[in-house]
């Protein structure tokens, strides 16, 4: 075997290393060139490191980013100046309340919204990005989001006015939706504990409801669900409405043993169909869970569906982890 050796003269430089230092490639759906991150160090699902580690990840992509923790004597004034900010994206940790108030506050012609799963529940966060790892849902939206136009509801009593883009239960069983929760991450004796909760309160007074101006109509409990996670919807042309009317406890008991382990609508005691208006009214407040929140409602009560509420980041389709 021989060798060429070459002359330092006729030797040509070595090339340049190429340094890819732009970070993870960003959407290309949208473009993400200001966006500003509102962090609620004090929602159970988020932690005191958390506005730390969300500077860390989004220093990594070619975007200015302003992180802000959220405080309780500053609150509002710090969500209005992020909205009056404009930004091309307004992220959001926090609980499923802050999260889905700041999106009704950003409404269709804000920025577009990422709300992340910094909540208990976390049930909107979840349906648009399939994971309860906020950092994973940070990622993904930066790097798989476009634009989605989310549905959802605006629940008012003349002192409350709340919206809902995933599912809002009225009635005494809205206790059942901490128990399916429970269940789902595997803490039994917690969800038969709010099981049994909701089952002392059953039968302690029926709604009555008409949906779409039709005739009143009586029910224990009134569900209603998004599109974007319903099941039983595939388009953006109303809430679905599932009435639910167990005949005594040993009903409840089986309808709650659907609505925690398996496709509840398949239950004798419900029937279900597409809404856009509801009126509820019942003898004393209606106890109910709007996205995970519970609350108590006065006696009457309307809803109405919002086709349009906010623009959300999101990938194409939304994961829907949590569709019931």
Request: proline content about 7%; glycine content about 8%; aromatic content about 4%.
């Amino acid at each position: 075997m021989s060798e060429t050796l070459a002359s330092p003269s006729d030797a040509s430089p070595p090339a340049p290393a190429v340094v890819d230092d732009a970070g993870p490639a960003l959407t290309p759906h949208v473009s993400l060139r200001n966006v500003v991150m509102l962090v609620n160090p004090l929602s159970g699902g988020v932690g005191a490191g958390a506005v730390r580690d969300a500077e860390a990840i989004l220093s990594g992509y070619d975007l200015q980013a302003e992180v802000v923790a959220l405080e309780g004597d500053r609150f509002d004034a710090q969500i209005q100046a992020a909205l009056d900010a404009r930004p091309d994206c307004l992220f959001v940790l926090a609980g499923d309340g802050t999260a889905g108030t700041i999106a009704s506050r950003a409404g269709p012609d804000g920025p577009l919204v990422a709300p992340l799963p910094g909540g208990t529940m976390n049930m909107l966060p979840k349906a648009l990005y399939g994971t309860g790892d906020w950092k994973a849902a940070l990622k993904v939206a930066l790097e798989e989001g476009a634009e989605q136009s989310v549905a959802g509801g605006e629940v008012s009593d003349g002192e409350i006015r709340q919206a809902f883009y995933c599912a809002a239960i009225m009635g005494s069983p809205a206790l059942w939706a901490p128990a399916r929760e429970a269940m789902r991450t595997g803490k039994l004796r917690e969800a038969v504990g709010h099981a049994r909760q909701a089952l002392r309160r059953a039968f302690s007074g029926r709604l009555r409801f008409t949906l779409d101006n039709r005739p009143e109509r009586r029910a224990e409990a009134l569900v209603l669900i998004s599109p974007m996670i319903s099941k039983a919807m595939e388009e953006n042309t109303g809430l679905e409405a599932a009435a639910m009317n167990p005949s005594d406890a040993m009903e409840a008991f089986r309808l709650a043993a659907h609505a925690v382990m398996d496709d509840w609508r398949q239950d004798p005691a419900v029937t279900t169909r597409a809404t856009k208006k509801v009126a509820l009214r019942a003898r004393s407040g209606i106890p109910s869970v709007i996205d995970g929140e519970p609350m108590q409602l006065q006696h009457r009560a309307q809803v109405r569906f919002v086709a349009k509420a906010f623009r959300a980041l999101a990938p194409v389709p939304p994961s829907a982890e949590d569709s019931v």
